[in-house]
């Protein structure tokens, strides 16, 4: 019964205010309030993102979510809601990518509900001013060899206010290098990325520099600068140099030392330097006596031989075969083959033994013409060895020992260098030194050939067979290696001179004997002569 | 024997005058415009908003779009001329809105006077350092004028009309403003409205300084 009571009192009485009620909120929703009474606004735009946030006053009332709406002052426009901002428990809102003009007033409007009614309605006005400097942001420094490079990092969401706002709010850096400090003001232009680059140059070589980001303020008092970031500027190049010149000259140093070591090493092993010092005995020159006297070289054993030069003119051959004597009397010297100069010995040796009835025929045959000088019959020399080497000029030889005495011409070597004329100059003679080593004595072939020629030991090619002779009739022509002593003649005996014995006869039988023991004798049938 | 009050006094008349010759140097220190137009833009700019608490919001109703010119400074040459000179249109329009007795009264009077006396600073700066820029350009026409002599030279065109096109469009934009004052008869929410707009116009030639710091 109370409870229809309660219920008739409440009808019409109670309908009133409840109508009243409802047409009050009807009223504040469709024309809500502009007053900020019940709660503030805030708007809190730092680095470039605005986030708008609200806190009742009134906390009795409580929505239990909101949404936020939104004009602009620069055009008649209507509320525009913030789709991330629609029926939110939270008590702030993001407004980064919605809010983006900077110049213009943003007119926000929060609403709050509790269910579906409004309880509060906030409204404000905000010009997207930095309520604080803009926070640094954030870089990075990398030193290289001549400048120090600036990596500054733009760490914002919205591109749209990036673009134009980051071209007002200029990044600066400031370096800072002891006590002085220089201020850089980068180039931002165009679209800008979330970084750029900046290049600080013209820099001190060994000098600690440390460099700070920020944007520049609207307020210079108060300029948000980030923490100092340092690195000391050393020119690569000049490190990178000295040991890039140190490295090159040990390199350098090392080729030296390998040419120097492998030139050594080669040369040792050609023998140009470090030569042996065990030298053969012949070469050890220690002896001072030695390098100071030095030993002559021993001499050679030569036998003196007076050359006797008679002039004679040339006999032209007239293509008469009659005169035989000219041909048995010339001893045109012509080489021995082996190089040697072969000098026919003219003459013919006169026989010492007087039981040879050659002793007539033994003579020493006048090579020369009638008017050729006279031969000259110089006297032995006792200690002269028999000279046995052909030479220069015309030589006549006497042997005094032996049984014969020999005499001999030997012609001039046609190929002798020695002018004739020269030896004129010597009176006709010459006198040498005769190796009989070096010379070879032959006898001719020819037996009508008288003449005798001289050859060394040495060339055996030379050696002429020889017959049997008959000691009597011959006289000896020895040549020893040792020592050559021409079988001199008696004094006593004389050799017919050839003068008397006719030129173009010829009596010499010359029996060839061998001595066996390289020697070669020649048996001459000596003519008289004068 | 100079006594101690004449040496302070001799001293303190030589530092007045050294003052007002520093003071003339710096202010005709157009060299740096862009410092002192960015400096005072700000302070003008902050004056603004701190002149009144918050805008009213029954005046949103009332808000008209007054469609502030954004190109200006399209042109690029001469810049810096041209940025002076609408500073200097700018300024001049901007005083006179601000110089009317018609302000309200619920503003704070000494924002009031601190805007109108940074605005009429920034007047005489201007109008100074545009005189020499003027000067100078003097002199370098009649030296060109010499050069080519005789012959039949276009002139270049400088960037006066443009500049002129650009000065048109902030008379006309201040213009509406201050039609919109009269016609809302220098109401509340009318001068809310203007104070905003002028804010607003502020930031943005606080932007162009920007521009003349990059070039």
């Given at each position: 019964m109370l409870l229809s009571q309660n219920v008739s009192a409440i009808g019409p009485l109670n309908l009133y205010p409840m109508v009243h009620i409802s047409l009050v909120f009807g009223i504040s929703y469709v024309?809500?309030?502009?007053?900020?009474e019940h709660c503030t606004l805030k708007m809190r735009f730092r680095n470039f993102q605005s986030v708008l946030s609200w806190e009742l006053?009134?906390?009795?009332?409580?929505?239990?979510h909101y949404t936020l709406w939104y004009t602009i002052m620069s055009k008649r426009e209507d509320m525009k809601v913030v789709k991330d901002c629609?029926?939110?428990?939270?008590?702030f809102c993001d407004l980064t990518d919605v809010w983006v003009n900077t110049t213009d007033m943003y007119i926000p409007q929060v609403v709050g509900f509790r269910e579906n009614a409004k309880l509060v309605i906030c409204m404000g006005s905000f010009f997207l001013?930095?309520?604080?400097?803009l926070d640094p942001p954030e870089f990075e420094i990398v030193g290289f060899t001549n400048h120090i490079s600036v990596n500054v990092k733009f760490q914002f969401d919205s591109p749209g206010i990036l673009s134009e706002e980051l071209q007002f709010y200029l990044a600066f850096i400031e370096e800072h290098a002891g006590n002085s400090v220089k201020r850089h003001q980068p180039q931002i232009t165009g679209n800008i990325t979330k970084n750029f680059n900046y290049v600080i140059d013209k820099l001190i070589p060994n000098t600690n520099y440390c460099i700070s980001v920020y944007f520049e303020p609207?307020?210079?008092?108060?300029i948000n600068r980030s923490p100092l970031k340092c690195t000391l500027f050393r020119p690569r190049r000049e490190s990178e140099s000295s040991e890039s010149a140190t490295i090159g000259g040990i390199i350098t140093l090392f080729l030296i030392t390998a040419v120097f070591i492998s030139t050594v090493m080669i040369l040792k092993r050609i023998g140009y330097?470090?030569?042996?010092?065990?030298?053969?005995k012949v070469l050890n020159f220690y002896k001072l006596s030695v390098w100071v006297f030095a030993e002559l070289p021993p001499l050679e054993k030569v036998a003196t031989v007076e050359v006797i030069h008679v002039n004679r003119k040339k006999k032209v051959?007239?293509?008469?075969?009659?005169?035989e004597n000219d041909i048995e009397n010339e001893a045109a010297p012509h080489l021995i083959s082996g190089g040697y100069t072969k000098h026919g010995l003219t003459g013919k040796l006169c026989p010492?033994?007087?039981?040879?009835?050659?002793?007539?025929?033994?003579?020493?045959?006048?090579?020369?013409?009638?008017?050729?000088?006279?031969?000259y019959l110089p006297e032995p020399k006792g200690?002269?060895?028999?000279?046995m080497a052909p030479g220069p000029g015309l030589w006549q030889s006497e042997g005094t020992s032996g049984g014969y005495q020999t005499r001999g011409t030997l012609w001039?070597?046609?190929?002798?260098?020695?002018d004739s004329d020269s030896t004129e100059g010597s009176e006709g003679r010459i006198v040498f030194n005769v190796n009989l080593n070096s010379v070879c004595v032959r006898a001719l072939?020819?037996?009508?050939?008288?003449e005798v020629t001289l050859m060394s030991p040495?060339?055996?090619?030379?050696?002429v067979e020889l017959e049997d002779l008959n000691e009597t009739e011959s006289s000896v022509l020895v040549a020893s290696e040792e020592g050559t002593q021409l079988?001199?003649?008696?004094?006593?005996t004389e050799c017919p001179r050839p003068q008397d014995a006719?030129?173009?006869?010829?009596?010499?039988?010359?029996?060839?004997?061998?001595?066996?023991?390289g020697y070669i004798v020649r048996q001459v049938n000596l003519k008289k002569f004068n | 024997m100079i006594t101690k009050p004449d040496g302070i006094r001799k001293y303190v008349w030589l530092a007045c005058l050294m003052g007002l010759f520093i003071t003339g140097i710096l202010s005709l220190d157009c060299n740096s415009l862009n410092v002192r137009l960015r400096r005072v833009t700000w302070q003008n700019l902050q004056l603004l908003s701190t002149m009144?608490?918050?805008?009213?919001?029954?005046c949103l109703q009332e808000r008209?779009?007054?469609?502030?010119?954004?190109?200006?400074?399209?042109?690029?040459?001469p810049l810096q001329k041209n940025i002076k000179e609408a500073f200097y249109e700018m300024s001049k329009q901007a005083f006179h809105i601000f110089t009317?007795?018609?302000?309200?009264?619920?503003?704070e009077e000494k924002h009031l006077r601190q805007v109108q006396i940074g605005l009429d600073h920034q007047l005489q700066y201007l109008e100074q350092c545009l005189e020499e820029e003027e000067e100078e350009n003097e002199d370098t026409r009649e030296r060109e004028e010499l050069l080519s002599a005789g012959e039949e030279t276009l002139r270049k065109p400088s960037g006066a009309p443009v500049l002129q096109l650009g000065n048109l469009d902030l008379r006309r934009y201040f213009n509406r403003i201050d039609r919109f004052l009269k016609d809302k008869k220098h109401s509340h929410c009318a001068w809310e409205i203007v104070r905003v707009e002028i804010r607003r116009c502020f930031y943005f030639f606080q932007k162009l300084t920007a521009l003349l710091r990059r070039r």
């Amino acid at each position: 019964m109370l409870l229809s009571q309660n219920v008739s009192a409440i009808g019409p009485l109670n309908l009133y205010p409840m109508v009243h009620i409802s047409l009050v909120f009807g009223i504040s929703y469709v024309a809500p309030v502009l007053s900020d009474e019940h709660c503030t606004l805030k708007m809190r735009f730092r680095n470039f993102q605005s986030v708008l946030s609200w806190e009742l006053k009134n906390h009795s009332i409580v929505p239990t979510h909101y949404t936020l709406w939104y004009t602009i002052m620069s055009k008649r426009e209507d509320m525009k809601v913030v789709k991330d901002c629609i029926n939110v428990t939270r008590s702030f809102c993001d407004l980064t990518d919605v809010w983006v003009n900077t110049t213009d007033m943003y007119i926000p409007q929060v609403v709050g509900f509790r269910e579906n009614a409004k309880l509060v309605i906030c409204m404000g006005s905000f010009f997207l001013v930095p309520d604080k400097p803009l926070d640094p942001p954030e870089f990075e420094i990398v030193g290289f060899t001549n400048h120090i490079s600036v990596n500054v990092k733009f760490q914002f969401d919205s591109p749209g206010i990036l673009s134009e706002e980051l071209q007002f709010y200029l990044a600066f850096i400031e370096e800072h290098a002891g006590n002085s400090v220089k201020r850089h003001q980068p180039q931002i232009t165009g679209n800008i990325t979330k970084n750029f680059n900046y290049v600080i140059d013209k820099l001190i070589p060994n000098t600690n520099y440390c460099i700070s980001v920020y944007f520049e303020p609207k307020d210079p008092r108060k300029i948000n600068r980030s923490p100092l970031k340092c690195t000391l500027f050393r020119p690569r190049r000049e490190s990178e140099s000295s040991e890039s010149a140190t490295i090159g000259g040990i390199i350098t140093l090392f080729l030296i030392t390998a040419v120097f070591i492998s030139t050594v090493m080669i040369l040792k092993r050609i023998g140009y330097i470090c030569l042996r010092n065990d030298f053969p005995k012949v070469l050890n020159f220690y002896k001072l006596s030695v390098w100071v006297f030095a030993e002559l070289p021993p001499l050679e054993k030569v036998a003196t031989v007076e050359v006797i030069h008679v002039n004679r003119k040339k006999k032209v051959w007239n293509y008469n075969y009659d005169d035989e004597n000219d041909i048995e009397n010339e001893a045109a010297p012509h080489l021995i083959s082996g190089g040697y100069t072969k000098h026919g010995l003219t003459g013919k040796l006169c026989p010492t033994s007087t039981t040879s009835p050659s002793l007539e025929d033994c003579s020493l045959e006048d090579c020369s013409e009638p008017s050729a000088e006279e031969p000259y019959l110089p006297e032995p020399k006792g200690d002269a060895e028999t000279p046995m080497a052909p030479g220069p000029g015309l030589w006549q030889s006497e042997g005094t020992s032996g049984g014969y005495q020999t005499r001999g011409t030997l012609w001039q070597d046609p190929t002798s260098e020695e002018d004739s004329d020269s030896t004129e100059g010597s009176e006709g003679r010459i006198v040498f030194n005769v190796n009989l080593n070096s010379v070879c004595v032959r006898a001719l072939e020819d037996d009508k050939d008288s003449e005798v020629t001289l050859m060394s030991p040495s060339c055996p090619e030379e050696t002429v067979e020889l017959e049997d002779l008959n000691e009597t009739e011959s006289s000896v022509l020895v040549a020893s290696e040792e020592g050559t002593q021409l079988p001199f003649t008696n004094p006593s005996t004389e050799c017919p001179r050839p003068q008397d014995a006719p030129s173009d006869k010829s009596d010499t039988s010359d029996p060839d004997v061998d001595m066996g023991d390289g020697y070669i004798v020649r048996q001459v049938n000596l003519k008289k002569f004068n | 024997m100079i006594t101690k009050p004449d040496g302070i006094r001799k001293y303190v008349w030589l530092a007045c005058l050294m003052g007002l010759f520093i003071t003339g140097i710096l202010s005709l220190d157009c060299n740096s415009l862009n410092v002192r137009l960015r400096r005072v833009t700000w302070q003008n700019l902050q004056l603004l908003s701190t002149m009144s608490n918050s805008f009213p919001i029954e005046c949103l109703q009332e808000r008209k779009a007054f469609e502030l010119p954004q190109e200006i400074l399209s042109y690029t040459q001469p810049l810096q001329k041209n940025i002076k000179e609408a500073f200097y249109e700018m300024s001049k329009q901007a005083f006179h809105i601000f110089t009317q007795d018609t302000f309200q009264s619920t503003w704070e009077e000494k924002h009031l006077r601190q805007v109108q006396i940074g605005l009429d600073h920034q007047l005489q700066y201007l109008e100074q350092c545009l005189e020499e820029e003027e000067e100078e350009n003097e002199d370098t026409r009649e030296r060109e004028e010499l050069l080519s002599a005789g012959e039949e030279t276009l002139r270049k065109p400088s960037g006066a009309p443009v500049l002129q096109l650009g000065n048109l469009d902030l008379r006309r934009y201040f213009n509406r403003i201050d039609r919109f004052l009269k016609d809302k008869k220098h109401s509340h929410c009318a001068w809310e409205i203007v104070r905003v707009e002028i804010r607003r116009c502020f930031y943005f030639f606080q932007k162009l300084t920007a521009l003349l710091r990059r070039r």
